[in-house]
């Protein structure tokens, strides 16, 4: 029996180029694919690893600064400075004179006795500006040229003459007592009298009293007088002089003896 060969297989050249082209085709699809899914992932991964560092280097910081320092308490406030009191409105000098008897008593003649004190304990003459009599008012009572220039060249410049005259006296830790005033003396002194065109009440020789380093000491206001029903200092060391210095009246040991009476 004759055995049957089959007719060999031809297999077309292109038919293998192509199935071999698209083989690589596929490979390299199937390569894209996987490298598309890797590529992501890889960004992804390494996205959230340099969040996480970054979320460990902002802890780090925050851990790593410093904390506030407390604010210091504030301090005590400093001490307030020695201020003068009122007397009188200002404007009160301007107004007409009045035949009030002035008081010892009553707020007035206390803020008086402050800013005087204030004076002669610091050495400066205009804490006492308040309790001086005041130039307008001087002007109204002096029957003279030139009021306001006689006010500044004779009664205040001597009334400061005389505050630093009794500055050394009295040290730096004295301590007021009481300032008498001898009422019994008091009297109104009419128009015409002292070159006066209005009349005043006047009171001589008022007593400071004082207490420095345990002793009682004192030394008079030589004049006091009133404007509208309110005490005010004229002078301090004395009436006149024979020139410009500054005199302390009647320092003594002890509270000493107001007055005498008499003067304008």
Same mark, same amino acid.
């Given at each position: ?7 060999? +297989? ?43 560092? *970054?979320?460990?280097?902002?802890? @780090? ?20 400075? $020695? *201020? ?29 006795? @402050? ?17 001086? /009599? $005041? ?34 006296? +009295?040290?730096? @830790? ?10 019994? %003396?008091?009297?109104?002194?009419? $128009? ?17 009293? %004082? ?7 004192? /030394? !008079? +206001?030589? =004049?006091?007088? =009133?404007?509208?029903?309110?005490? %005010?200092?004229? @002078?301090?060391? *004395?009436?006149?002089?024979? *020139? ?11 509270? !000493? ?8």
């Amino acid at each position: 029996m004759r055995s049957v060969q089959a007719p060999p +297989i031809r297999v077309c050249p292109s038919v293998v180029r192509w199935r071999t082209i698209g083989a690589v085709l596929a490979a390299g699809a199937l390569t894209g694919c996987a490298a598309t899914a890797t590529g992501p992932a890889a960004t992804v991964g390494r996205t959230a690893s340099v969040t996480a560092s *970054a979320a460990a280097t902002v802890g @780090h910081a925050a851990a790593a600064q410093p904390k506030p320092k407390p604010k210091p308490s504030p301090g005590p406030p400093p001490p307030a400075r $020695p *201020a003068a009191l009122l007397v009188a409105p200002p404007s009160a000098a301007a107004l007409p004179q009045t035949r009030t008897l002035p008081s010892t008593t009553d707020t007035a003649f206390k803020n008086l006795i @402050h800013d005087f004190w204030l004076a002669v304990t610091t050495g400066k003459a205009d804490y006492a500006k308040p309790a001086f /009599f $005041p130039v307008k008012a001087y002007e109204q009572v002096k029957a003279i040229a030139d009021p306001a220039q006689d006010w500044q060249n004779r009664l205040w410049d001597e009334f400061a003459l005389d505050v630093a005259a009794v500055r050394p006296l +009295i040290g730096q @830790h004295a301590r007021l007592l009481k300032v008498v005033v001898p009422m019994q %003396y008091a009297i109104w002194v009419p $128009p015409g009298a002292c070159y006066n065109s209005i009349g005043y009440w006047h009171v001589p020789g008022p007593r400071v009293v %004082y207490e420095r380093d345990g002793v009682t000491r004192s /030394f !008079g +206001i030589t =004049s006091l007088i =009133s404007w509208r029903g309110d005490w %005010y200092v004229v @002078h301090l060391g *004395a009436y006149s002089r024979p *020139a410009p210095v500054g005199i302390v009246d009647d320092a003594e040991t002890g509270p !000493g003896v107001p007055g005498p009476p008499g003067g304008c």
